[in-house]
């Protein structure tokens, strides 16, 4: 059974950072791309950042220069660094899996995590 779970979340003051988790199990980590997807109240999902299973990456604009996803293939781990947030980043943060190649479109992700409260003061 394939599980995901997130951590990392909290309350932050704008222009603070925030590190969120997400722990794989129940699948051969090395062989799936990872993603970070987030919902705000109100608004759909949508795109974060994504990483490959060689690790390549991608960002939505909103986040280059803000945000860094990484992966630790051994401890069955990805990571979203997240630097000088704003009240705007206030969401959810969901990590999926999907195998091999990375990518944006949230549909084309076969599993799922419960999310992280991520809120941003002003």
């Known amino acids: 059974q394939v599980q995901l779970v997130e951590s990392g979340g909290g309350l932050v003051q704008a222009g603070g950072s925030l590190r969120l988790s997400c722990a794989a199990s129940?699948?051969?980590?090395?062989?799936?791309?990872m993603g970070w997807f987030r919902q705000a109240p109100g608004k759909e999902r949508e795109f974060v950042a994504t990483?490959?299973?060689?690790?390549?990456?991608y960002g939505a604009d909103f986040v280059k220069g803000r945000f860094t996803i990484s992966r630790d293939n051994p401890k069955n781990m990805v990571y979203l660094q997240m630097n000088s947030l704003k009240p705007d980043d206030t969401a959810v943060y969901y990590c999926?899996?999907?195998?091999?190649?990375?990518?944006?479109?949230?549909?084309?992700?076969?599993?799922w995590g419960r999310g992280t409260q991520v809120t941003v003061s002003s």
């Open positions: 999926a899996a999907r195998t091999r190649a990375y990518s944006t479109n949230d549909a084309s992700y076969d599993y």
């Open positions: 129940g699948l051969t980590f090395s062989n799936y791309a």
């Open positions: 990483i490959g299973w060689r690790g390549s990456t």
